[in-house]
């Protein structure tokens, strides 16, 4: 069995490349700039999914495919179909859950759009719905140097999920008999952001403070850098989240017989690496 990797680098699609490359399957692993991708025993391919003259080398005798959401992932959709993939492996978001009626251009809309794509070729799909990632602590990294993270929404909840969980659960899946289905992949605990933050802290040793900032400032700042509709989707969702418990499913452990890790088990070997 030949798997397409796309995104092999990004941080989950590099989970997904080790684990199926350890399980001893042939990998195809795919990059915009296939030179950057490490070497390490997977077949390297060009393969961008806004492009569709790079579709065909990348799918030519593939038979499963973990994928990325695009700008818009129909013609790659139907270039799987025609190149006889039959199943593929999405990373979703758990936005498609938290927002089942999707404003257009925001999170959830891009995201419901490409499990209808994959759907809509044909495509036996496995749509993984994770919630946070646990490297979104990387936006707080300024903060964190400088000792206080500004917040809009301390209180909001998330399951920081390890990026490494999500490619051992799309693992497991792209191994499987195919089965058309979503899954709601999530941490093993609900924290807020400001507990998160405290854990940084004491992983660093250093005291790092939480300071709440007036949601409008904190808006208009990331207007100037993001697009409105995903910037609304943002602060609808941590609006919604402020001080509710984030609910957390078993799918980890159910799929990959291990507990999903924790944050500070992220925080540990991720994070600072040791
Ligand atoms: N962060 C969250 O909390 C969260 C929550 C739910 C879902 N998600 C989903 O997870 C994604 C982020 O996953 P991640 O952290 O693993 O990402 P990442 O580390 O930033 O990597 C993204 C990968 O996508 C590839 N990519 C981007 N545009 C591409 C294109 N046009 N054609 C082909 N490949 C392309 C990149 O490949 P090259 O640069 O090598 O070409 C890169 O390897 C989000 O975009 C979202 O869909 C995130």
Not at 142 to 161: D, M, N, Q
């Amino acid at each position: 069995m030949t798997v397409l990797v796309t995104g092999a680098r990004g941080a989950v699609g590099s989970a997904v490349r080790s684990g199926l490359l350890a399980a001893g399957v042939d990998v195809r692993a795919a990059g915009r700039d296939p030179s950057v991708l490490p070497d390490d025993g997977s077949a390297r391919v060009a393969l961008d999914l806004d492009d569709p003259s790079s579709y065909g080398p990348a799918l030519d005798g593939v038979d499963r495919v973990f994928v990325y959401v695009a700008e818009d992932l129909r013609p790659f959709a139907r270039a799987m179909a025609d190149a006889g993939v039959r199943h593929a492996v999405l990373l979703s978001s758990e936005s498609v859950l938290t927002e089942p009626e999707p404003e257009p251009g925001g999170i959830a809309a891009h995201h419901a759009d490409a499990e209808t794509a994959l759907r809509g070729a044909g495509i036996t799909t496995t749509a993984l719905r994770p919630g946070a990632f646990a490297g979104n602590t990387g936006q707080w990294s300024r903060g964190i140097a400088a000792g206080f993270v500004e917040l809009p929404f301390p209180r909001s909840a998330t399951t920081p999920i390890d990026e490494r969980d999500i490619g051992d659960v799309a693992v497991a899946a792209l191994l499987a008999d195919p089965v058309d289905e979503s899954v709601h992949v999530t941490g093993p605990e609900s924290l807020t952001m400001a507990e998160q933050v405290a854990q940084v802290a004491e992983r660093l040793g250093r005291p790092i403070e939480v300071r709440a900032v007036d949601p409008d400032v904190a808006r208009e700042q990331m207007a100037r850098f993001v697009p409105s509709a995903v910037v609304d989707s943002l602060f609808r969702y941590w609006r919604d989240t402020d001080g509710v418990p984030a609910p957390v499913t078993d799918e980890v452990a159910r799929r990959t017989g291990h507990p999903a890790r924790t944050y500070r088990q992220w925080l540990t070997e991720v994070f600072t690496g040791a």
